[in-house]
């Protein structure tokens, strides 16, 4: 989480934001990495997150055992999840799970 961390104050820095009052949107669907992420955030940042799309269960590492549990709803979260996350002006991301 310290790499996501030092990536969104680089982006500040870069931009001239100041690193101590960023509104940071989180798109996940693993309640464990929400929680380390807002472990590890410093507390004047404003975190926000579309809890829908976050799984109920952390032990689930599968979209395609997500859908089949929610009846397809994890699919239709996501897709909010984008559409909001359209309106970022920045992005740090991953393209999958990191263990």
Excluded: C
């Amino acid at each position: 989480m310290p790499t996501y961390i030092a990536a969104i104050k680089r982006i500040a820095q870069k931009q001239g934001m100041p690193s101590d009052a960023l509104s940071v949107f989180l798109t996940t669907e693993d309640p464990l990495a929400l929680a380390e992420f807002r472990a590890a955030a410093p507390p004047t940042w404003h975190i926000f997150v579309y809890e829908a799309a976050v799984s109920s269960d952390a032990s689930v590492h599968s979209q395609k055992e997500e859908a089949t549990i929610n009846n397809g709803a994890s699919g239709r979260h996501a897709l909010v999840a984008l559409l909001l996350a359209m309106e970022a002006d920045h992005f740090v991301l991953t393209t999958g799970y990191i263990y």
